[in-house]
């Protein structure tokens, strides 16, 4: 990791990093990596607000596993959204019953919200839904299911997915279970942010450039170290 280099870990002396995300928890990668390397405060902005939507549907789904074949998640905000629909009885039902059918997930921050459900997902190792959708194909095939995947996700999902398991004759029924907002204190906070900026990844880069904020640093990959080097460099 680039905070090894003393170099770089001075440069990070009575610094300020802000964080255009919501934290992930008490020991966030991204905070951890930071402080390690040096950085004295380390802020979060959300970006993002998610509203909940056809709370019902998605109670009376998740509470009734026999009708599916298994589960689908994307993000771990669908995983929270359907937790948060139900009652403390609930959840602990639900979790023995979805642990008799495959939850498939996209990703390891996916995978380790489901493990906290106290199941066991497939797919950790997915980086993207095209991906996932060859493993579920893979798991199901030759046979396929009478019963649908439930997979609940976002109001502004892509289709990679369903037209993939539409294609392999995988019945699958998607439930929009939250909508993705801008979060409404962002504006405001964000007139507050020092000029350089730091971005994860290159398409996030070329994002903050169409809107006229060219980044000062890009991770050259999307995770808590290369963004942390990114950072260092720019410091220096």
């Not at 962002?186 to 350089?196: A, I, N, V, Y």
């Amino acid at each position: 990791m680039a905070s090894a280099d003393g170099s770089l870990a001075v440069a990070a002396q009575s610094r300020i990093a802000v964080l255009l995300r919501a934290p992930k928890g008490p020991e966030d990668p991204y905070y951890n990596a930071l402080s390690v390397a040096g950085f004295q405060s380390v802020h979060f902005i959300p970006v993002l607000h998610y509203e909940h939507m056809n709370q019902d549907e998605l109670q009376s789904d998740i509470l009734s596993s026999d009708k599916f074949s298994g589960i689908v998640f994307t993000s771990g905000t669908a995983v929270e959204v359907c937790v948060s629909s139900l009652t403390e009885h609930e959840r602990g039902r639900v979790t023995e019953r979805w642990k008799q059918l495959p939850v498939f997930v996209v990703g390891k921050a996916t995978a380790q919200a489901v493990r906290g459900l106290g199941l066991s997902p497939t797919g950790s190792h997915s980086g993207n839904a095209e991906t996932l959708s060859k493993l579920i194909i893979e798991h199901f095939c030759p046979g396929v299911p009478t019963k649908p995947l439930l997979f609940p996700c976002g109001a502004l999902r892509r289709e990679t997915l369903p037209v993939a398991l539409e294609g392999a004759g995988l019945p699958l029924k998607c439930l929009a279970c939250y909508k993705t907002l801008p979060h409404p204190d962002l504006q405001g906070r964000l007139r507050e942010l020092s000029p350089q900026v730091a971005a994860i990844g290159a398409t996030t880069g070329d994002s903050l450039s169409k809107a006229g904020r060219r980044p000062d640093a890009v991770a050259k990959l999307p995770n808590h170290d290369s963004l942390t080097e990114a950072i260092l460099e720019c410091c220096i």
